[in-house]
């Protein structure tokens, strides 16, 4: 079993900078593919960013250029920077695996790992 530990969220103001982490249980997997969600309340979990073993990102519309998603192999951390923050980027944050993968980027369906998640409250 794998878990999943995030932690950097917090309060801050519209036009600020945090930076996720998601630190995993198990020994660094060669091929994985692994992503930030993120759920506001009365919405539907969304996914943010994503990232796969060949380094391949992709982002969602709404945080194109703000966010930027990145793992330390040594560590077994995934980051997830975020800057220019809005106050729609209000949300419970989670971070998610998917491990031994040898395809693409995941959708949602595909993670089999998911994180607790740690909350970021961005106000005006």
């Known amino acids: 079993q794998v878990q999943l530990v995030e932690s950097g969220g917090g309060s801050v103001q519209a036009g600020g900078s945090l930076r996720l982490s998601c630190v995993s249980s198990?020994?660094?997997?060669?091929?994985?593919?692994m992503g930030w969600f993120r759920q506001a309340p009365g919405k539907e979990r969304e996914g943010v960013a994503h990232?796969?073993?060949?380094?391949?990102?992709n982002y969602a519309d709404s945080v194109n250029g703000r966010f930027t998603i990145s793992r330390d192999n040594a560590k077994n951390t995934l980051y997830l920077q975020m800057n220019s923050l809005k106050p729609d980027d209000t949300a419970m944050y989670y971070c998610?695996?998917?491990?031994?993968?040898?395809?693409?980027?995941?959708?949602?369906?595909?993670?089999?790992?998911w994180g607790q998640g740690t909350q970021v409250t961005v106000s005006s």
């Open positions: 998610a695996a998917r491990l031994g993968w040898y395809g693409g980027i995941c959708s949602r369906d595909e993670y089999n790992y």
């Open positions: 198990r020994y660094y997997y060669r091929r994985y593919c």
């Open positions: 990232i796969i073993s060949d380094g391949t990102t």
